[in-house]
């Protein structure tokens, strides 16, 4: 950190002010989303929290090599893994976002890592919403995920994430997995979201039938998404997923923009940043990536 000129302070080659708003201090930087990826690429569809489409506001992306989806999935942790992780963390805090998110729900086993790591809010996982919810309704919480089976022996870390408040009946694991066109996720493959979407919504349809308790949908698959529209019409339903969580914990460091002081903050100018799998790391830590493009 050093003294700029005109009151800023650069922070990490980011100018910041001073904020004192008394004086004609440049406005505060924009919002920014900063999303740790899994190591790993596929084509992503609008809704995904892994395209830039899917936020009305700037998102910076950063993979950790070694952090695979079977590896994600099974909360293994190790010394070199845990460096990278917490580098990502690093590196897009050197970035200047305003929150930190995961690009899956399986990286609620590294929520505590990451937030022990930043001081920014940070919310590995939509998972992590599940204590608010279970203070908000008395009845089944639906968690959607990708595949029912693999999300079950997260169920005890999801508990004590609640610190106790939450029943395991109250809880219903719902599993997208036979849903018609959704294995294209499983494979890496482009989903064809008009073909998926009816399955989905007879899928929900008939776990809110089986469950007459269900008060909310808890979407963990960061995939789901494109359907919550879908989901909320045809159960009036709340819908909770990735992208609300995300959207939630950035309009804290947002400008409101209907009341109180106006002009202290930058606009989002609608340009994409630009993102290639693995872009933005060392050529060290790219030969250390498990997924490998095709040419």
Not at 131 to 151: K, M, Y
Not at 264 to 272: F, I, L, N, P
Request: hydrophobic share 40%; with cysteine.
């Amino acid at each position: 950190m050093k003294n700029g000129t005109n009151g800023l302070i650069v922070m990490n080659g980011t100018k910041v002010t001073n904020k004192n708003h008394h004086d004609q201090d440049p406005l505060d930087p924009e919002v920014v989303l900063g999303v740790v990826r899994l190591d790993y690429d596929y084509p992503t569809a609008a809704g995904d929290v892994d395209d830039p489409r899917s936020f009305p506001y700037r998102v910076i992306y950063r993979v950790v090599p070694g952090l695979t989806f079977e590896v994600c999935k099974a909360g293994t942790r190790s010394r070199n893994l845990d460096e990278e992780f917490v580098g990502a963390i690093k590196y897009l805090e050197g970035c200047g976002v305003s929150a930190i998110t995961g690009d899956c729900g399986f990286m609620m086993w590294y929520q505590e890592l990451a937030r022990q790591t930043t001081r920014l809010p940070v919310f590995m996982s939509s998972l992590t919403l599940l204590p608010s919810l279970v203070s908000l309704f008395s009845g089944h919480i639906i968690i959607l995920t990708a595949s029912g089976g693999e999300l079950e022996p997260m169920r005890h870390l999801i508990l004590s994430e609640c610190g106790g408040n939450l029943s395991p009946d109250n809880i219903v694991i719902v599993g997208a997995q036979d849903v018609p066109g959704f294995e294209a996720v499983a494979l890496g493959k482009k989903v064809d979201t008009v073909k998926v979407e009816p399955g989905i919504v007879e899928l929900v349809q008939a776990a809110v039938e089986a469950h007459p308790r269900a008060q909310a949908f808890l979407v963990e698959c960061t995939e789901i998404p494109p359907y919550s529209n879908a989901i909320r019409h045809a159960t009036g339903l709340p819908v909770f997923d990735i992208i609300t969580a995300c959207n939630f914990f950035i309009s804290s460091t947002q400008c409101e923009g209907r009341f109180g002081m106006q002009g202290w903050k930058k606009a989002w100018d609608g340009e994409v940043t630009e993102y290639t799998f693995g872009g933005n790391l060392t050529e060290k830590q790219k030969a250390k990536l498990v997924f490998k493009k095709e040419s």
